[in-house]
């Protein structure tokens, strides 16, 4: 039986300290759909999954 690992989810505090933004930015980004995908609990908390981050972070990198 193999053990899987849990997925590593990001609260929106989280992310927001990550990047040193607000979580008021954030929500504007998501209007804009400029922020990563997200997943939104039962409960209505939004969470963002670790590689997601990751891949948006990467996406945004500017090749000069």
Same mark, same amino acid.
């Given at each position: 039986? *193999? *053990?899987? =690992?849990?997925?590593?989810? +990001? *609260?929106? %505090? %989280?992310? $927001?300290?990550?990047?040193?933004?607000?979580?008021? *930015?954030?929500?504007?980004?998501?209007? =804009? %759909? &400029?922020?990563? &995908? $997200?997943? =939104?609990?039962?409960?209505?908390?939004?969470?963002?999954? &670790?590689?997601?981050?990751?891949?948006? +972070?990467?996406?945004?990198?500017?090749?000069?």
């Amino acid at each position: 039986m *193999t *053990t899987r =690992k849990p997925t590593v989810h +990001l *609260t929106v %505090q %989280q992310f $927001c300290e990550e990047l040193g933004i607000s979580p008021r *930015t954030f929500y504007e980004w998501r209007t =804009k %759909q &400029r922020a990563p &995908r $997200c997943i =939104k609990l039962p409960n209505g908390e939004i969470r963002i999954r &670790r590689a997601e981050y990751e891949r948006w +972070l990467d996406s945004r990198e500017d090749a000069a």
